[in-house]
């Protein structure tokens, strides 16, 4: 099942695949003032994004680091079709040849990607 990522999940999953483990306080302070959030809204969307599994929680001596519970191919993958159901009418080979043209994937994504239809292919009767 691929997740569905709202804007501001998106924009926290985004930091985190860019940057890595990260706390509260440094993706508050990375990202929370182009929000207009407080450090509190900050640490809420965390939890709740814990909590739908998309995050992971880990104690770093005693500091709580947020991790991706997923890759960034697949973070985006919903995000893909529904683009490709409003823009090419479900036809997901326009989006798929326009990522491969442009080099927008790396190698490591372009493998996620490749495991991604692996499995598409055993889930269809």
Request: charge should be negative; proline fraction near 4%; charged fraction near 30%.
């Amino acid at each position: 099942m691929l997740p569905d990522l709202n804007e501001n999940e998106l924009n926290i999953m985004k930091e985190l695949w860019d940057k890595g483990k990260r706390s509260a306080r440094e993706i508050h302070d990375s990202i929370g003032p182009a929000q207009d959030w407080s450090y509190s809204t900050t640490r809420t969307v965390l939890e709740r994004m814990v909590k739908k599994g998309h995050l992971e929680k880990v104690d770093f001596h005693g500091l709580f680091l947020y991790q991706p519970a997923m890759s960034k191919v697949a973070g985006l993958a919903r995000l893909v079709r529904n683009f490709a159901v409003q823009v090419f009418d479900s036809n997901l080979t326009p989006v798929v040849a326009m990522l491969s043209e442009s080099n927008a994937l790396s190698d490591s994504e372009i493998e996620d990607l490749k495991d991604l239809l692996e499995q598409a292919e055993g889930e269809e009767p």
